[in-house]
């Protein structure tokens, strides 16, 4: 049983009271337990202790800046795709208008 939580070494009494962090399951003292992650699988945010907090904060503003990296170049194909179907577009229209005066024009 565990005795002290083993961040701050503060013995466990009847004041201090034990907590699991969700994310490692160590044993911890609330003072040392005072964040909250939605962890992989929970509908909610948990208790976790502040080192897998501190870990996990660090993950998570990785795996954002890579998600914006991405998007920034799935943006820039877009808009790449995006001219080239307005170009694509445009001489469409020139070509109907042109088929159009042809067909009409030849009728008069």
Known sequence: EVQECPVCHIKFDKVRRKHHCRACGRVICGSCSGNQ????????????????????????TGSLTEDHSTSKVMEQSLKADLKEKHRQAEWFQGFLINISAQTFGAET
């Open 37 to 60: 992650l939605l962890l992989p699988g929970a509908n909610r945010k948990e208790r976790v202790c502040d080192p897998c907090f501190e870990i996990r904060r660090h993950d998570l």
